[in-house]
T-cell receptor
Framework: EVVLTQSPVILSLSPGERATLSCRAS???????LAWYQQKPGQAPRLLIY???RRATGIPDRFSGSGSGTEYTLTISRLEPEDFAVYYC?????????FGPGTKVDI | QVQLQESGPGLVKPSETLSLTCTVS????????WSWIRQAPGKGLEWIGY???????KYNPSLKSRVTISADTSKSQFSLKLRSVTAADTAVYFC?????????????WGQGILATVSS
């Protein structure tokens, strides 16, 4: 099973700042199967990025994803007030989906 | 636009079976992969399993011995049964569709339903 680790656990920033979130896999992940989600309290996760770098429908271009192998990054270029939330990475391989523990982007 | 809605009892007794249903509108459940995912209070996300073409299933090995996912195409619903539940199964349960732009992600989610295991 691929284990995903996210860092930092909490990222304290201000609106307008740049956020860089890291996702590290215990073994190489096919980049086609690496995704990022945003979750706000009381809501379902929302798909932001799939295939490591492709923005999902309706996602603003301030969100971008990059990476390959075991290291992936989600970048929010300029934080808007509505971006303060928890972000999860997720991978698929060997008929198993796994999620990282999440990074909370906090004010 | 696809919509998913979970339903089922919010309270289940220990050792009993948790049964939830996801009703899908705006898409055929005979197409795509349909999953159940759960989130314990204050915790991360755990994939439970999926059903594809109303019959093919795959489960998380950690839950495989207790889980069954099935589908009823006539009602546009798929269901989750989790047997022999304990307090550790208390969670918000989401149903979700695997992405159609690319595989390996979830592009549509239900709002989630809290299932509490307690006597």
């Amino acid at each position: 099973e691929v284990v995903l680790t996210q860092s930092p656990v909490i990222l304290s920033l201000s609106p307008g700042e740049r956020a860089t979130l890291s996702c590290r896999a215990s073994q190489s992940v096919t980049s086609s199967y690496l995704a990022w989600y945003q979750q706000k309290p009381g809501q379902a996760p929302r798909l932001l990025i799939y295939s490591a770098s492709r923005r999902a429908t309706g996602i603003p271009d301030r969100f971008s994803g990059s990476g390959s192998g075991t290291e992936y990054t989600l970048t929010i270029s300029r934080l808007e007030p509505e971006d303060f939330a928890v972000y999860y990475c997720q991978q698929y391989g060997d008929f198993l989906f796994t999620f990282g523990p999440g990074t909370k982007v906090d004010i | 636009q696809v919509q998913l809605q979970e339903s089922g009892p919010g309270l289940v007794k220990p050792s009993e079976t948790l049964s939830l249903t996801c009703t899908v509108s705006g898409a055929s459940i005979s197409l795509y992969y349909w999953s159940w995912i759960r989130q314990a209070p204050g915790k991360g996300l755990e994939w439970i399993g999926y059903i594809y073409k109303s019959g093919d299933t795959k489960y998380n090995p950690s839950l495989k011995s207790r889980v069954t996912i099935s589908a009823d195409t006539s009602k546009s619903q798929f269901s989750l049964k989790l047997r022999s539940v304990t307090a550790a199964d208390t969670a918000v349960y989401f149903c979700a569709r695997e992405g159609i732009a690319a595989a390996g992600n979830f592009d549509s989610w239900g709002q989630g339903i809290l299932a509490t295991v307690s006597s």
